[in-house]
């Protein structure tokens, strides 16, 4: 066998460290009434939009959905759903 050490603190400390997740998941309706500044806000606070569309999706996101993309986040409209991310938090579609 080899010398091998390998100090699991250390290793759980620099997990620890990586995967500091902020936000929580914000379940809402996407039907104009909201005003796009309010779902900017939610998103650049480190959370996850989950809209039910109620309507034309590219007309109800207009207002955010280019700032979403320039910062870094994501969106991704399924089935009558819209998904929006804050940057650093991906959506794994591979499986569609």
Do not use: C, Q
């Not at 938090?89 to 569609?96: G, I, K, S």
């Amino acid at each position: 066998m080899s010398d091998f050490d390998l100090d699991l603190r250390t290793v759980e400390e620099h997990i620890d460290d990586e995967l500091d997740l902020e936000g929580s998941i914000v379940l809402g309706i996407l039907d104009g009434t909201t005003p796009a500044d309010e779902w900017l806000e939610t998103i650049s606070n480190g959370n996850v939009l989950v809209l039910n569309v109620e309507g034309d999706v590219n007309e109800l996101a207009a207002g955010f959905a280019r700032d979403v993309k320039e910062a870094g986040g994501n969106l991704v409209h399924f089935r009558g759903f819209l998904i929006v991310t804050p940057p650093g938090v991906d959506v794994d579609t591979d499986r569609l």
